[in-house]
């Protein structure tokens, strides 16, 4: 069992940062696939980013590809994701999920969510 919990997010301008933490417990965080999603108003869940048990590969989404960063500290079973430049359309519930198998797209475990709001 893996228990998530994002913090970390807020009401932020446009062009403004944030950087959104995932807690993990309950399992060996170091062996795990970690990404992050978000849900926006209205709108299907979207992957925004992963990262692989060690960090040293890293994946996004085209529509923050520059902007986002996934990291990890296995030291402090924590993921993290900073969002530069945000835009109004980045408007959502940012969610952190597990992966025991490191399947991509194969994700066990989810937070509750935390909201992110940027205004224009």
């Known amino acids: 069992q893996v228990q998530l919990v994002e913090s970390g997010g807020g009401l932020v301008q446009a062009g403004g940062s944030l950087r959104l933490s995932c807690a993990a417990s309950?399992?060996?965080?170091?062996?795990?696939?970690m990404a992050w999603f978000r849900q926006a108003p209205g709108k299907a869940r979207e992957f925004v980013g992963r990262?692989?048990?060690?960090?040293?590969?890293?994946y996004y989404a085209d529509s923050v590809k520059g902007r986002f960063t996934v990291s990890r500290d296995n030291a402090k079973n924590t993921v993290y994701l900073q969002m530069n430049s945000l835009k109004p359309e980045d408007t959502g519930v940012y969610y952190c999920?597990?992966?025991?198998?490191?399947?991509?797209?194969?994700?066990?475990?989810w937070g509750q969510g935390t909201q992110v709001t940027v205004s224009s």
């Open positions: 999920a597990a992966s025991l198998s490191g399947i991509v797209g194969v994700y066990d475990y």
């Open positions: 309950g399992r060996t965080f170091s062996t795990l696939l």
């Open positions: 990262i692989s048990w060690n960090g040293l590969i890293t």
